[in-house]
């Protein structure tokens, strides 16, 4: 029941804690780089991308019509899932329209009711919401602590858990311990999904993500998830693992048998930007956004700027209260740099943040203006 008067008050209650939300138009030429975008790689506006997708409207239209499952899988998607399982080391993957409903996809489908699902408390809100829909039990463990996951796991019978965790947290910028999730799972018998959203195309060997930088492989209990909506410069999501569990997913992943396929102008522009990701021309890239991750984490500490402990593209700049963040990211705005102010509840009270992402494609210059800016937030 839809009781406005009561929206409203919870609305006005945000507003006062400073976490009200709303949209933000972006204009087609902004007049400074972005530094909040998840395209790492600056791949968003290649032409080569660009030029792939206006060919793949002409062959195959804007949209596909219908789902997978009904006429909407083209040779192109087919393409695209074959490239991407040989590019994490995985028997298939699937294709999904967004990263939230392949999460949903995994979690729903394999995690049943004499399962526990185990998972990191900073994981995305899709690992957290696919956790809640499924029919499993769920726990949750202390950020990045091993000794918290083995804890729970040993209280659990033999392969009877789930754990999941992202590969590179979205807010914090840092790195999952992998090898060490991959040795409970294994040691256990329990299966693991892993979240390589914001690790795909930028860590590890030609961009293969933080679990290839692990150096470790992919078996029977291990899923992957991706997006190319960020270092792909695209959108939409897939799941990779053995044949089985992505035969199963087809047979009965609801977020994938019932919804429209992706178009397939994206699968085409994603097919030319996983070319780009694997050629030296992707090492360049790379390389290049590690340079200006380490000047940036110099300059702004020089400036005295509260940094966490991040080596990623996501580099999170405390600012304490929600009213602080929010002032800082509205006083950036005014001189051109969209940085959104991280609030509750996506982050704890007293961790409010600006969430800085760097790409390949930023220059020096453009840090140092960014920072320059930030410096003046107060005046």
């Not at 040989?86 to 009711?113: I, P, R």
């Not at 796991?153 to 311990?177: H, T």
């Not at 040795?183 to 679990?211: C, N, T, W, Y």
């Not at 200006?292 to 402990?309: E, P, Q, V």
Request: hydrophobic residues 45%; glycine residues 8%.
């Amino acid at each position: 029941m839809i009781q406005v008067s009561k929206l409203r008050n919870e609305l006005n209650e945000l507003q006062s804690q400073a976490q009200l939300r709303s949209l933000i138009t972006q204009t087609a030429n902004p007049s400074m780089p972005s530094f909040c975008s998840n395209d790492y790689l600056g791949l968003k506006h290649d032409s080569r991308l660009i030029e792939a997708a206006q060919q793949a409207i002409d062959v195959w239209g804007v949209g596909t019509g219908s789902a997978h499952l009904i006429e909407g899988h083209t040779q192109i998607h087919a393409q695209l899932e074959e490239r991407l399982a040989e590019f994490v080391g995985a028997d298939k993957a699937l294709l999904f329209s967004t990263g939230y409903m392949a999460n949903l996809a995994v979690l729903t489908a394999f995690a049943k009711s004499d399962n526990v699902i185990v998972m990191d408390k900073l994981n995305h809100a899709s690992l957290i919401d696919g956790a809640q829909l499924s029919q499993a039990k769920f726990q949750r463990y202390n950020h990045n602590d091993m000794a918290a996951l083995q804890r729970r796991l040993s209280r659990l019978d033999l392969g009877q858990a789930m754990v999941v965790s992202d590969s590179v947290f979205s807010m914090d910028g840092d790195i999952a311990p992998i090898t060490e999730l991959v040795a409970e799972a294994r040691m256990g018998q329990h299966s693991l999904f892993l979240d390589e959203a914001h690790g795909l195309g930028v860590i590890g060997p030609k961009g293969r993500g933080a679990f290839a930088e692990s150096g470790e492989t992919l078996d029977d209990r291990f899923i992957l998830m991706g997006t190319m909506g960020k270092a792909f410069g695209t959108a939409g999501a897939f799941v990779a693992g053995q044949s089985d569990v992505i035969d199963y997913l087809v047979n009965k992943a609801r977020p994938f048998i019932y919804t429209t396929a992706m178009p397939a102008a994206i699968a085409a522009a994603t097919l030319k930007s996983l070319n780009i990701i694997e050629s030296n021309e992707g090492d360049d890239l790379r390389a290049r956004l590690a340079e200006n991750i380490t000047y940036f984490r110099s300059s702004a500490k020089d400036l005295g700027w509260n940094l966490m402990n991040s080596a990623t593209a996501i580099q999170p700049i405390l600012m304490g209260s929600s009213e602080r963040a929010v002032q800082a990211s509205q006083a950036l705005a005014q001189k051109g740099f969209r940085v959104p102010a991280i609030r509750p509840p996506t982050v704890p009270k007293g961790l409010s943040r600006l969430r800085v992402t760097l790409m390949a494609s930023h220059s020096k210059d453009h840090i140092d203006q960014f920072l320059t800016a930030l410096g003046r937030c107060d005046d």
